[in-house]
């Protein structure tokens, strides 16, 4: 298989997902159909073509530097599970 | 055991663009209430779309050429994933592969000479937002999430702390110079990370590498890295190992503490940032930018000892700053024509006088009411005897209060030097009469007593006289 159950593992880790047996091995074979599926583009003879970071017809989208109206604070916090009225509020972390 | 401290450094330097790098909120967060320059983007809320700020990558180029980097018009932007509370997407978008700034240099000046320091890239990036960790909670503030932020890389070229705050000193006053930022490390716009290994000298073998953040004051800097080179040399020499993590600076007890284990690069999973279209740069865009640069510290120096002669010590305290320098230089144009207004007068004006009221009264020379001209209109008036030196420091420092011409407070004050032997006479005679004393000690060859004579001159013309005039004319009554 193109993924091993370490790779499972160490994305399932970076995505502080936990993980059972099971979906261990699902996710090993799912990644894996799909790697294998997109290996086919390694087929084409791509001599010539210079590597692309994006498919669109677009490039140098620029805005000017000005400022406009943010949002209010009461709306910027208003998805939020948690917060202080002011800022929004998550479990301590100190790394 | 003889080790060699090889150092690297990262510098993030914030922008000092207006808006945000890819919204329109504003990029002000000092002192500002939490999350009130917010907006969908910089909030990370689905479906929203960045755009990228022109200024900002305007003053990445104005760094980059500054820097004498190679600027790449081919540029892309990528998504570096990671999850923190400080940025909200679940990833910072950066730079990775193809960086706006390559292979550049900058040279510093050590005990030993200079010294260049390469400078192996230099990206555009978005700042993070700030945690403020309150008991079993963290409060999250995102009005600095978005700020355009620009990292500066260099080669492993530092050797010592004291490179490593040249370094850091040098790019202060380069994005001064440039006005990309205002380089306020006490209010975080600019952020320095080393990255320090021990070389052993006999067997030439390198150390393993250690990460160094939070040095956010140049003494931290010079500090932090004099503190683990000692550390490192401690733990080899008792036969230790030195481990690849990362240690953040305690300032208040003056040491590194183990921050964490360190993820290496494929934990970003960096790829293409697919929101953004790349950057394909005009020439013509990045010449004009190019052309527009202000003369950098460097080129000043080299003027100022080269073209004035100035000795370097006073060239480099007029280079330091660039309103300062371009201060010198528009009073130096002024003085195009004038043979008796040398350079290196009004060098000396500038450090002497102008720094001391700016420093006494606090003020900034941006805001300075002296015009350059005016200060040559002085030099003038001091060259061609109208007044004498003390007298001109009195004008000086009206002209520093009240920005009014020199000529008029002359007048004003009737500080016209009196240069003619004829109106000193009568007054050098006077002196004579009173002070008999002091005039035999000199007549009976005790030279340096004249010094005292031509004082009491001074004293009876209110500091009038022309000091030199007033001792020939004591020496040609004495001689009598």
Redesign the interface.
């Known amino acids: 298989m193109a993924i091993s159950r370490q790779d499972v593992l160490t994305i399932a880790k970076l995505a502080r997902l936990t993980l059972t047996e099971d979906e261990i091995n699902m996710f090993q074979e799912q990644l894996s159909d799909v790697l294998e599926y997109a290996a086919q583009l390694q087929t084409l003879d791509t001599t010539g073509v210079p590597p692309t970071a994006s498919a669109l017809p677009l490039n140098n989208v620029m805005r000017s530097d000005e400022v406009a109206l943010s949002l209010d604070n009461e709306d910027a916090l208003a998805n939020a599970p948690d917060s202080d009225g002011r800022s929004f509020r998550v479990k301590a972390v100190l790394d | 055991m003889n080790y060699e401290p090889v150092i690297g450094m990262e510098v993030h330097i914030e922008l000092d663009?207006?808006?945000k790098m890819f919204c329109?909120?504003?990029a002000q967060f000092f002192g500002i209430?939490?999350?009130?320059?917010?907006?969908?983007v910089c909030?990370g809320?689905p479906g929203a779309l960045p755009?990228?700020?022109?200024?900002?990558?305007e003053f990445t180029i104005m760094t980059g050429l500054a820097l004498n980097c190679q600027i790449q018009r081919h540029s892309?932007f990528a998504r570096k994933?990671y999850?923190?509370?400080d940025l909200p997407k679940g990833y910072q978008i950066s730079q990775y592969e193809?960086p706006l700034c390559l292979n550049g240099y900058v040279d510093i000046q050590t005990e030993a000479g200079p010294k260049r320091i390469r400078v192996r890239r230099a990206h555009l990036e978005e700042d993070t937002g700030k945690?403020?960790?309150v008991?079993?909670?963290?409060?999250?503030?995102?009005n600095r999430a978005g700020v355009p932020l620009l990292e500066i890389v260099t080669e492993a070229d530092i050797h010592s702390a004291e490179e490593a705050y040249a370094y850091v000193t040098k790019l202060r006053q380069l994005v001064r110079y440039l006005g990309v930022s205002t380089g306020d490390m006490e209010k975080g716009a600019m952020r320095c990370e080393v990255n320090l290994s021990l070389k052993n000298a006999e067997s030439g073998e390198w150390g393993t590498k250690v990460e160094v953040k939070n040095l956010n004051s140049f003494r931290a800097v010079r500090n932090a890295i004099a503190y683990e080179i000692e550390r490192q040399t401690q733990v080899l020499n008792s036969g230790g190992t030195i481990e690849q993590v990362t240690m953040g600076w305690d300032e208040s007890n003056g040491r590194t503490v183990l921050?964490?284990t360190k993820e290496g690069d494929t934990?970003y999973?960096y790829f293409?940032e697919?929101d953004?279209?790349?950057?394909?740069?005009e020439q013509a865009w990045i010449d004009d930018i190019a052309a527009a640069l202000p003369e950098l510290p460097d080129a000043k120096l080299a003027r100022y000892t080269g073209d004035y002669g100035l000795p370097a010590a006073d060239a480099a305290v007029l280079a330091e700053d660039r309103a300062v320098a371009e201060f010198f230089d528009a009073a130096v144009a002024a003085a195009t024509n004038e043979v008796d207004v040398s350079p290196k007068l009004i060098s000396n004006w500038v450090s002497g006088e102008l720094f001391r009221r700016l420093s006494e009264s606090g003020a900034d020379i941006s805001a300075v009411k002296i015009t350059p001209e005016q200060l040559v209109s002085l030099i003038k008036l001091v060259a061609g005897n109208t007044i004498n030196q003390s007298a001109a420091k009195k004008v000086f420092g009206v002209m520093f209060d009240s920005g009014r011409a020199p000529q008029n407070i002359v007048e004003e004050l009737g500080l016209q030097q009196i240069s003619s032997a004829d109106a000193l006479r009568p007054i050098a005679q006077q002196v004579i009469a009173e002070h008999p004393g002091p005039v035999e000690q000199f007549k009976s060859g005790k030279e340096g007593i004249i010094n005292f004579l031509v004082g009491q001159i001074m004293r009876a013309t209110r500091g009038k006289a022309d000091p030199k005039l007033a001792e020939q004319t004591l020496r040609d009554l004495m001689q009598d």
């Not at chain 2, 209430?33 to 969908?40: A, G």
């Not at chain 2, 755009?51 to 990558?57: E, F, L, P, S, W």
């Open positions: 663009t207006r808006s329109s909120c504003s209430e939490p999350n009130t320059n917010v907006c969908p909030l809320m755009v990228i700020n022109k200024r900002a990558v892309v994933n999850f923190y509370p193809l945690l403020t960790h008991g079993e909670h963290s409060l999250v503030d995102l921050q964490r934990g999973r293409p697919p953004l279209p790349p950057l394909d740069l």
